[in-house]
């Protein structure tokens, strides 16, 4: 027979997954999404997202695409505060009437998730799950060691009574990447001396606290060169970060290749999947580097809690300053001049990176 929630998702035809945000917030929610799909296979899945309008951000189609995991999204307005933009996003979900929503915000105070609750039920949907409405599944977890809990936990732990999310297996991480998309890649390197063995670097970052500058990461790439000047360096990101990349990858001695807005998010994933090692800020592309199994190096302010953002699995090497000010989520930092973030020296970045190079197969 059952219980009333295994009842519940076999009758659910039609299933809004509410999860806002671009490449990074939907990576580390991957976990989440292949056990929707597990528990939910006969039904319409669709994202209620944003659609950004900045060129830095990746849609959700871009990144989910194909892959089975959703089946369509839905538009999160940004102006949601104009009464008339909310009642039109009610008529629209109450129009597709969804079964069930399952919650996958960001963390938020306890006073947002109500708010999100009461709307959706609203729209006429009764069935939330992993609405997290006790302050515990609200916040990251504090550990033993120093940092907090990653945001792909807590989501998983949300989502608990849907069954085990299984963010430690592999599988659990994966973009089923078709041939499409390794083609893309395969033919970006084509031709290319530095194709047998390479780096990626990716300087992109949508806040300016995670901005580790120019001076930094030339210096770095410099140290890191003189040693491994046989190894290639590719620049990925969007089109708007391709001037700046091509001023870093001066820097390198080596065979450098820009693609900076050559490739799609899933063909950049692919050809991720090649490189020796990535370095670059918390980023979109730093979570997709860790989502196929690429050691990272990546340059953290202490906008964010300590681990929280950190790439998810093994090989990884995060490099955070936990300052007196750490978790202070500042979108600019202006008055302390982002000093979490700029006390990071170029050896650290260097040696871990160096780490990383001496572990890789």
């Known amino acids: 027979m059952g219980t009333p929630l295994d009842r519940r998702l076999d009758d659910a035809r039609r299933v809004l997954i509410y999860r806002l945000g671009s490449l990074g917030d939907t990576l580390v929610a991957l976990p989440c999404f292949h056990l929707i799909a597990r528990r939910l296979p006969k039904a319409e899945r669709r994202m209620l997202t944003i659609h950004p309008v900045g060129a830095k951000a990746a849609p959700v189609e871009s990144i989910l695409g194909g892959t089975g995991l959703i089946h369509g999204t839905m538009r999160y307005p940004q102006g949601l505060r104009d009464p008339?933009?909310?009642?039109?996003?009610?008529?629209?979900?109450?129009?597709?009437?969804?079964?069930?929503?399952?919650?996958?915000?960001?963390?938020?105070?306890?006073?947002?998730?109500?708010?999100?609750?009461?709307f959706f039920k609203l729209c006429g949907v009764d069935a939330i799950l992993g609405a997290p409405l006790d302050r515990d599944r609200r916040e990251h977890r504090a550990r033993a060691d120093g940092t907090w809990e990653p945001e792909a936990e807590r989501l998983a732990r949300c989502l608990a009574p849907l069954g085990d999310a299984a963010v430690g297996r592999r599988e659990s991480w994966d973009l089923h990447l078709g041939a499409r998309e390794i083609e893309a890649a395969d033919a970006a390197l084509a031709g290319w001396d530095g194709a047998r063995g390479f780096l990626a670097l990716g300087i992109g970052t949508k806040l300016q606290p995670n901005d580790w500058g120019d001076a930094r990461w030339r210096a770095t790439l410099e140290a890191l060169g003189q040693r491994h000047a046989d190894l290639g360096l590719v620049a990925i990101g969007v089109a708007e970060e391709s001037e700046r990349s091509a001023r870093l990858l001066a820097a390198w001695p080596g065979p450098t290749l820009n693609l900076c807005g050559a490739l799609a998010p899933r063909e950049s994933a692919a050809l991720l999947r090649r490189a020796r090692l990535f370095l670059g800020h918390d980023s979109g592309?730093?979570?997709?580097?860790?989502?196929?199994?690429?050691?990272?190096?990546?340059?953290?302010?202490?906008?964010?809690?300590?681990?929280?953002?950190?790439?998810?699995?093994?090989?990884?090497?995060?490099?955070?300053?936990?300052?007196?000010?750490?978790?202070?989520?500042?979108?600019?930092?202006?008055?302390?001049?982002?000093?979490?973030?700029?006390?990071?020296?170029?050896?650290?970045?260097?040696?871990?990176?160096?780490?990383?190079?001496?572990?890789?197969?």
């Open 285 to 361: 592309p730093m979570h997709l580097a860790a989502t196929v199994a690429t050691p990272t190096v990546a340059v953290f302010s202490a906008r964010n809690k300590p681990g929280t953002w950190f790439p998810y699995g093994p090989g990884h090497r995060p490099i955070y300053h936990r300052t007196p000010c750490f978790g202070c989520g500042l979108v600019v930092c202006e008055r302390l001049k982002k000093i979490c973030i700029t006390s990071i020296a170029a050896e650290e970045a260097v040696a871990a990176a160096e780490a990383a190079l001496a572990e890789a197969p």
């Open 84 to 118: 008339r933009v909310f009642l039109e996003l009610a008529r629209e979900i109450g129009r597709w009437r969804p079964d069930l929503i399952i919650y996958l915000a960001e963390p938020r105070r306890a006073w947002t998730v109500w708010r999100d609750v009461a």
